[in-house]
């Protein structure tokens, strides 16, 4: 099992370009997420996903997009990037969305100049 | 909305030696979970140990154990015998029955020889 892995591992983007982090989990869990980590203010949730083909918005979703075709995975889009969405981004998945403990990626750190 | 709470930026202990680091939650829920999650410099979100509401009974894992107060809304880590191997971040984090964590701000704790 490889777990939660997310790429790519650092991305430098200039403001206006739009990227996709891709995200996958090969445990079979329901539940996904992501979140981004800023300093001095811990990790905040961006979107979820508790299931194929259903979405829907954190505490921070603006600027982001995601959609979920398949189980496996949960990709998120920046579809025109801004220096705040400067961050390390973690993708994150349970079996299900009910008291489940969630496993983390390893991360993606983007820098937006 | 729930919030989170960790009122220590930072700690440091002696290898071998006993510390504890602070979290309080607000929430109007009766059912949820908490956790602390560790970050070593490598990023990576680990879980520590996990505590579920309705239980009173103290979660510990090893030289890991939370002092869970419900009704002070309080749940602290206390970490003994430390390692060089414990110094990251950690993280408190909150739960309610249907999922999708709030974190606190951290605490970086550096474990000295």
């Known amino acids: 099992n490889a777990g939660v892995t997310q790429t790519p591992k650092f991305q430098v983007l200039k403001t206006g370009q739009s990227m996709t982090l891709q995200c996958a989990q090969d445990?079979?869990?329901?539940?996904m997420s992501w979140y981004r980590q800023d300093p001095g203010m811990g990790l905040r949730l961006i979107h979820y996903?508790?299931?194929?083909?259903?979405?829907d918005q954190g505490e921070v979703p603006n600027g982001y997009n995601v959609s979920r075709s398949t189980t496996e995975d949960f990709p998120l889009r920046l579809l025109s990037a801004a220096p705040s969405q400067t961050s390390v981004y973690f993708c994150?998945?349970?079996?299900?969305?009910?008291?489940?403990?969630?496993?983390f990626g390893p991360g993606t750190r983007l820098l937006v100049l | 909305a729930q919030t989170v709470t960790q009122s220590q930026p930072e700690m440091s202990v002696q290898e071998a030696e006993t510390v504890t680091l602070s979290c309080t939650y607000d929430?109007?829920?009766?059912?949820?979970?908490l956790f602390w999650y560790k970050q070593p410099p490598s990023r990576q979100m680990i879980l520590v140990i996990r505590?579920?509401?309705?239980?009173?009974q103290n979660a510990t894992e090893n030289r890991f154990s939370v002092n869970f107060q419900k009704a002070a809304k309080s749940f602290s880590l206390k970490i003994s015998d430390s390692q060089l191997g414990d110094t990251a971040m950690y993280f408190c984090?909150?739960?309610?029955?249907?999922?999708?964590?709030?974190f606190g701000q951290g605490t970086i704790l550096t474990v000295h020889p």
């Open positions: 994150a998945s349970s079996y299900s969305l009910n008291q489940e403990t969630q496993y």
């Open positions: 929430t109007s829920e009766n059912n949820y979970y």
């Open positions: 445990m079979n869990h329901e539940y």
């Open positions: 996903s508790v299931g194929a083909g259903i979405t």
């Open positions: 984090a909150f739960s309610p029955s249907y999922g999708k964590l709030t």
């Open positions: 505590q579920e509401a309705y239980k009173q």
